[in-house]
């Protein structure tokens, strides 16, 4: 790999390049210790602090994101879905699939609810229409979809709103590679007081239901 392509590759990987760039500076205070004990114990702390902080930050993401992320992205269709009682109901469409109408950040979106995806993902298009930010520090992981593996960004939707279901800080993924679908995964399902299915009928009951907005 030439210099350009091992740069961009790290430009890519930023807590890799965290950590051996704290590697180097750890060994180039090592080296000045015995010239300059104070400077070069002090470039060496530098260096060992940010190899902590490289780990810390790979130990975070490891926890957060754990499972292979596998999405299944059939073709869209047309969500219907309706507020009863708290509860956001949402019936199923010809093909088989539970589909919903969303707002990101007050961004209205349909998006698949696939009980089988780890995490909620979203088109770029949506990223930009809902004006969802990249993390200060860019993180990213490898999806298995049925097009094959993509690589996704990781990132945290503000709001998401549906029925009756408001969540806030959530994580998600933004996939190109997914073209302009959307997928509610367990993340925000795990997040319901509880959620079924009955009668053909996708039945989501939040901890503390909200107006329609949806």
Do not use: C, Y
């Not at 806030?168 to 925000?188: E, H, K, T, Y």
Request: neutral net charge.
């Amino acid at each position: 790999m030439d210099l350009p392509g091992l740069i961009a590759f790290l430009l890519q990987q930023p807590l890799l390049a965290l950590a051996i760039a704290s590697i180097f500076v750890a060994t180039l205070g090592g080296m000045l210790r015995r010239p300059l004990p104070v400077f070069g114990g002090f470039v060496r702390g530098v260096g060992n602090l940010g190899l902590i902080a490289a780990l810390l930050l790979t130990i975070a993401q490891v926890t957060r994101f754990t499972s292979s992320h596998d999405l299944a992205l059939p073709q869209l269709g047309m969500p219907d879905q309706s507020v009863e009682g708290g509860e956001t109901r949402v019936r199923m469409d010809r093909d088989g699939h539970f589909w919903i109408t969303a707002s990101v950040n007050g961004t209205k979106r349909r998006f698949l609810v696939d009980t089988g995806a780890t995490l909620t993902a979203i088109s770029p298009d949506t990223a930009e229409a809902g004006r969802v930010a990249q993390k200060p520090i860019p993180q990213a992981v490898l999806m298995h979809t049925a097009n094959g593996t993509v690589r996704a960004e990781l990132v945290t939707i503000d709001e998401l709103r549906f029925g009756s279901v408001v969540a806030r800080d959530l994580d998600a993924v933004v996939a190109p590679g997914l073209g302009d679908a959307n997928v509610i995964g367990m993340n925000l399902l795990s997040r319901l007081a509880s959620w079924r299915v009955e009668d053909r009928t996708l039945i989501l009951v939040p901890h503390h239901p909200q107006s329609d907005a949806a």
